[in-house]
């Protein structure tokens, strides 16, 4: 392999298809409808998501074509640079080369972006004006709020209370870029005040936020609702990454075995590894995938597999999940975006097979190799990133010990510069 | 020209050399000793300064070689991208074509990277253990901060009082990166004391916290001092920008006709512009220099041209520069990095000779161009790098008006995302 830092594609190189698995994989069992429990038709979405993206979360088309519109913009940061991290490498005194793709340069700040213009595309396409979201530690909220400015709609973001107050400077960035914000649960919704009821003093979690955001699109006119992770069209988006990776990996002539992403709902986790999974199926190689999730919000190591809600209003579909419970509220940890009781259905599936493995970490932990990742290369990590990180720097000590080669590649989320406070937290004991 | 919105360059083309504009230019007034107001001489330098610094003060080779250790960390970052911004110009409807060198993409979020890795570099193969330094926005603080850990040495930051209370976020960056700082003034120098002395509010600046560095590295053991910008070796440093941004040119079968650069001590705007200078200086080309700086601090337009000290406490040698004055206090406004009194003895010959030109800008606009760029482009600009962008708007409307072809090349010099506060007072009409 080549000993340079980092593999850039030009810009002609961004993906011209994203990689749908549903293609490769059994028919996994259906979405159900919250009411009738009977399985989900297509029709049943229309109500709160342009007809483009249901179309593609039924899709079975192996390969979907990216529109050029699309992909315009995503030539404004992709192809993200795929980074081998000879600092950590270093630090650690690992015989493990360690890569990674790094979303961190999106403009949001992470890998948001990838499915956050398809989302405002289609929308745009089908005459609709307003998008309503909900969002965590906030990446999800900057992404598409800024998508939709580039489409010229108007974006509204329910963002979780916990996170709203944790992070003031994320807020500024949905307004900079045109975003309306709320802190969630909130009085404008009927959701939100039920939850303020029962709970005045809720830190919210990221499935009530989705309730609000559901409700508002269904009451409004010319609205419809965004998701930044847990469906299947988000994974395709998000496959842009792992489809990078594997070209920058011809540049570096070298091949990853072990795939780590953090997990929220999933969708970095898929778009990193998914591609590579493809790969696995045509029984061309092998590898460990590994999802890194928090121990403060643990579905993957600890939940059960059942179908759940995706919400915590019950607005959603039932969905075939590992799930801690709709109504679980997750500790307060400052990776927000990793604050989501479920899994999405595909990802659900692979861990049910024994296809991908997870290991949960622990919120200082984060913090520390946050640091020690930030004095090695020199990027802040997100909190959520930090999990991914985690597991890179056991895999790497693991081949230490045994002494063994061995090729790894984690998905760098997203830079932790709006979760400042979070380190500050950290550094005076706090945390 | 080509209709790619970014051009990109492979790692090994980072460049391999600095270019020195003293080798092209007459031989400048030389900077005098403070006490003997003789022409200085390197020895002087030598209680603040490593000698290999000293050296590239002084030197007029054309071509200084990049150490191999130094171009290895810009591999991290370098070369950045160049940018064409068609979503302003579409925002604009101007026939003017507009690029940009996105220096934002460095992990500490400015351009100061460039010069913080070889100083922390000729420090340690010294055998120094200790940088001090001054930093106003906190964009050079970060910078030196993680420069400084790249080659094991400890940082202490002096930080401009105003800055370290309007951006808490700058200061943790920092700490990540292992720095220590001070507000400054502070109590921990004799300086420091003495500023406080004559005026507790104060809000600092950078002529204050530079004499508190200087003094911290004259009376501390194995350490020394290391400054952000006016200097001739951080413009030599800064070259690798308009380099890289030259190559790029080629990439993009076009060819800029005027340059702009934010304007503090003239290290950004002199790295954009002075490798395009000498083509200028060879007759091959003729460019609309513009430095663009702050109507709040307007040394460049309002300054004179005389023998200043650097610093307030006249510690520091006398530098032939336009100049508001050593002990000017600029307005408190949120672009710290641009509240510097006085501009580097390059830029400021080059202005005395017609070379380039400046304009001041006034805030409010600053602010609503940065927003406009934001929403247009998706990046947030810091506020320095928004005089630029003023400007380039300004010309590019120019060139609507008159109906003519032109293309402008600006440099952004950093991300405004640790100074989303300053963007909050905007959009709440405190500014």
Known sequence: MKTTRKFLLPDHQVPTAWYNVLADLPTLQPMLHPQTKQPLQPVHLEPIFAKGLIEQEFSKERWIEIPEEVRTLYKIYRPSPLVRASGLEKALDT??????????????????????????????????????????????????????????LDVEIFMVRLSYDQKP??????????????????????????????????????????????????????????????????????????????????????????????????SNFGGISLPFFRHQLAGKATFDFIAAESSGCPKLTKGTFRYDHGDTAGLTPLIPMYTLGADYEPDAIHAGGLRYHGAGAIMSHLLKENIIRAVDVEQRRCFEVGTLFARAEGIIPAPESTHAIAVAIDEALKAKEEGKEKVILFNLSGHGLLDLSAYEAFFNGKL
């Not at 900079?176 to 939100?192: C, D, F, K, L, N």
């Open 169 to 266: 400077y994320r807020k500024i960035v949905m307004q900079t870029y045109g975003g309306q914000v709320h802190p969630s649960p909130g009085t404008t919704t009927e959701a939100g005040r039920r939850f303020l009821a029962e709970n005045p003093d809720t830190p919210g979690t990221l499935g009530m936020a989705i309730s609000e955001a559901c409700e508002r699109a269904v009451t409004r006119p010319n609205t419809k609702y965004t998701l930044g992770s847990v469906l299947n069209m988000v994974m395709l988006h998000q496959t842009v990454i792992g489809l990078e990776a594997e070209r920058q990996f011809e540049m570096a002539d070298d091949y990853p075995d072990t795939i780590i992403g953090c997990f929220g709902g999933g």
């Open 95 to 152: 015989p493990a080369r360690i890569y990674f793709k790094n979303e961190s340069v999106s403009p949001v700040g992470s890998h948001k972006l990838n499915t956050a213009l398809p989302q405002a595309y289609y929308n745009k396409i089908e005459g609709i004006q307003h998008l309503t979201t909900e969002t965590g530690a906030g990446q999800w909220g900057s992404a598409i709020s800024i998508a939709g400015k580039h489409f010229g």
